[in-house]
């Protein structure tokens, strides 16, 4: 069996030793890998930090780093599965969140414009790209047909990102954001994973992960996410993305539902 997985960062694992892509800050010990262990497969991780839908279809995913060309240009045409995780940098959903906490957490203006230049975001960036859920599930849909022209027998699973925030996610030591922040990225988690139900709807196999993940948000007893610290953030960390648990029960669920087919 061949698994190539594409995507973002909740994909990636940046959070997660060992990194095995500095450019794509990709672990390998995130799901994609854990799934291949496990099934003793052959496993083309394309996964990317910061990349969007567009970046996996057709636009190279520029940073400070590199220049990366469209994972799909890397899809080998012999794969059996193909994984995708994304669509979350479309909305600005990962990206609003940290820039609202890094604003919350870090006051001194000059340490915060050098901090945001190196994210490559500007002091009135919201986070916010106005790409409707609507929008996604196109994208979704474009990636879909084009893995079908390039690998014709692969099986393709949609698999959605984990919880961050639930509905009574407080303010606390690791999450700075107030209420009405959290509700507002709580509604955008809602759009995304209405992005990928009606993609999957209209054509492939979809992975259920916010249900799973419902009660391991930020704070939790059992967080299956990273919080946030300034401290973390400046020492290169991910906040706000999976942990190494949180890949293996992702992991458990996509091998679960690629041993079901």
């Given at each position: ?84 995780t994304a669509g979350g940098n ?115 196999e979809f992975v259920e992960v ?8 930020v704070g939790s007893q059992e ?39």
């Amino acid at each position: 069996m061949h698994i190539c997985a594409l995507g973002s960062s909740f994909a990636a694992g940046p959070s997660i030793p060992p990194q095995v892509s500095t450019t794509a800050r990709r672990s390998g010990n995130n799901y994609p890998h854990l799934i291949a262990k496990s099934l003793g497969a052959k496993l083309t991780d394309l996964s990317s930090s910061g990349a969007t839908l567009l970046n996996v279809l057709d636009e190279p995913q520029l940073s400070l780093m590199a220049k990366s060309p469209p994972q799909l240009d890397a899809l080998p045409p012999d794969a059996d599965v193909v994984t995708l995780t994304a669509g979350g940098n479309d909305l600005g959903y990962s990206g609003g969140m940290i820039l609202e906490a890094v604003k919350a957490e870090i006051q001194d203006r000059e340490v915060l414009g050098g901090i945001m230049r190196m994210m490559g975001l500007d002091e009135k960036a919201s986070g916010v790209t106005g790409i409707s859920s609507e929008e996604v599930r196109n994208r979704f849909l474009r990636v879909i047909d084009r893995v079908h022209e390039l690998a014709p027998k692969a099986r393709i699973y949609l698999v959605e990102y984990l919880t961050v925030f639930d509905a009574g996610t407080a303010k606390g030591p690791e999450q700075p954001l107030e209420v009405d922040r959290v509700r507002h990225y709580v509604g955008m988690a809602t759009d995304l994973s209405k992005a990928y139900r009606d993609a999957a709807a209209a054509r492939e196999e979809f992975v259920e992960v916010v249900r799973i993940s419902e009660g391991h948000g930020v704070g939790s007893q059992e967080p299956w996410v990273v919080g946030f610290t300034a401290k973390m953030f400046l020492e290169g960390g991910a906040p706000f993305h999976p942990n190494a648990e949180g890949h293996v029960a992702v992991a458990k669920e996509v091998e679960k539902r690629i041993r079901a087919a």
